[in-house]
């Protein structure tokens, strides 16, 4: 099985900058991409930013420009910069990673989530 752990959130200052970091492990073929997901109570789980083995990115339109992911593949770790944060931006964030497991079989896991707070 995989299992994906989450560091770095918690309660910041609007303006201010946090880093979350999500390491897989277990027993993986291959990673095709990892990303970060974000829901904020009352509203729909959407898609932060996303990145594939292969580096290609994908960012909510919200977040372009204050936020950068990145991935260490040797750690099987992605990043997710967050600078110029905004209140809107408090949500619970949640790891996703899209594994292979063999050539054939593809499964998603997920983060237990981490909270994200910015303060007005």
């Known amino acids: 099985q995989v299992q994906l752990q989450e560091s770095g959130g918690g309660l910041v200052q609007a303006g201010g900058s946090l880093r979350l970091s999500c390491a897989a492990s277990?027993?993986?073929?291959?990673?095709?991409?990892m990303g970060w997901y974000r829901q904020a109570p009352g509203k729909q789980r959407e898609l932060v930013a996303a990145?594939?083995?292969?580096?290609?990115?994908n960012y909510a339109n919200s977040v372009k420009g204050r936020f950068s992911i990145s991935r260490d593949n040797a750690k099987n770790t992605v990043y997710l910069q967050m600078n110029s944060l905004k209140p809107e931006d408090t949500a619970v964030y949640y790891c996703?990673?899209?594994?292979?497991?063999?050539?054939?079989?593809?499964?998603?896991?997920w983060g237990q989530g981490t909270q994200v707070t910015v303060s007005s």
């Open positions: 996703n990673a899209d594994v292979y497991i063999s050539r054939r079989l593809r499964s998603n896991y």
């Open positions: 277990g027993s993986i073929f291959s990673i095709n991409a």
């Open positions: 990145i594939t083995t292969g580096g290609s990115t």
